[in-house]
């Protein structure tokens, strides 16, 4: 039996004694048993060589996938008013001679719990399965994604039943924090009736041709307003710059009509001068 030192080893029954195995054996040797280890009241039956049931192992995937569809709202929302510089207090202690944080420490502290758990689940992980490649991006939101989508299994059918419990436990009150602060970050959005994008995009020809998005004012957690476009996020600019571009566009306008005003006027009154005289 070939290990590395890299790999965690589990104690397995051998006999009337224990050995000390890597986890490719000691999950080849675990006795599952065929009831949920979440439902000793009233027993459910557990997915086969694993130990949670189909609804435990759909919750626990949940949790994973909340965490990461949410990470980047709540990055968003880290700075609670989109300034370092803001007199508003956002840390907890009242000391006068500590000054405001610039981030909002509930965001702050979801954001640590998640992280801390995504990891300590990809630590185990990796010494348990040395072979796998993980991605490039070691962004918390990326491997909660990855762990979601390809190792839930390994952690359901884990030979370590506490492991599994931890996992469990800890991905699922970092899930409820990054919820609970996720609701509180959302942006606001209202939309902008008859202001169409003014970008261009790619066709399936390879062509360019304009936006077809409509335009929406959103306001971030942290305070931020844009303007973006419903159809590509890229399409985006800050709200104050966007109503100085319109209103340097509707000044434009007015001198414009303004000016034509003037000279058809001038012209008219001069043809009608002429006629007269």
Known sequence: MNTTDEEYKYRVSAGIDFELVPYRVAVLLTDYQPFCMYHAEAPVHAVRKTHLCPACIADLTRAF?????????????????????????????????????????????????????????VGQLVQDRPEVRMPEDHSTDVLADWIARRHIDYLASHPAREHLHSVFSDVGAAALAVRDQAY????????????????????????????????VGVQLANGRQVVECSADPLHRIPADAWFQIQTKKAAYRKRD?????????????????????
Not at 110 to 120: N, P, Q, Y
Not at 184 to 203: I, L
């Open 65 to 121: 996938r909340l965490i990461a569809d949410n990470w980047n709202g709540l990055q968003d929302g880290l700075a609670r008013a989109g300034r370092a510089a803001s007199s508003e207090r956002v840390g907890g202690s009242a000391d006068p001679s500590i000054g405001p944080l610039p981030i909002n420490t509930d965001v702050s502290d979801a954001m640590g719990l998640a992280r801390a758990a995504i990891w300590s689940t």
């Open 257 to 277: 009509i303004a000016r034509l005003q003037r000279k058809y006027t001038r012209r008219r009154d001069g043809n009608q001068s002429l006629a007269g005289s």
């Open 184 to 215: 509180q970050c959302a942006p606001v959005e209202v939309e902008m009736k008859h202001s169409h994008c003014h970008q261009f995009t790619d066709d399936t020809a390879g062509g360019r041709v304009p936006c077809p998005g409509q335009l």
